[in-house]
């Protein structure tokens, strides 16, 4: 399962309706997010939710993506609220086998200090 579908799960697990947005463009042969940052987007009542998703390993470089991107105070001034979510695969018991999936969400409402 890719962490796009495990966000996608999580995200409607609490209530959201969450759409992928991110498109495959296959003349550019790359992958284009709405409005260059956004790879799902969730709405719940009057709350809308914007989301980047990554591996855990890639959640500095993401972060670092948005509060660079030209988009972000846009959204914000918008009312979304605005994620980055990094999934990795940790131990359920220090020196065991049993792994489970975990994700690291960072919240971009003061880009100048996201975490």
Not at 51 to 56: C, D, I, L, N, Y
Not at 88 to 111: P, T, Y
Request: charged share 25%; with cysteine.
């Amino acid at each position: 399962m890719t962490p796009t579908a495990r966000t996608l799960a999580a995200l409607r697990a609490d209530g959201y309706t969450a759409a992928v947005v991110e498109r495959w463009n296959p003349h550019a042969r790359i992958r284009q997010d709405l409005f260059g940052i956004v790879d799902i987007l969730a709405v719940r009542g009057r709350e809308t939710l914007a989301v980047q998703v990554t591996a855990g390993s890639g959640v500095s470089a993401r972060v670092r993506k948005l509060t660079g991107s030209s988009a972000l105070p846009l959204l914000r001034m918008a009312g979304w609220r605005v994620q980055v979510h990094g999934w990795r695969s940790v131990k359920v018991k220090r020196g065991g086998r049993a792994m489970r999936w975990d994700c690291r969400i960072v919240d971009m409402a003061n880009s100048e200090n996201p975490t």
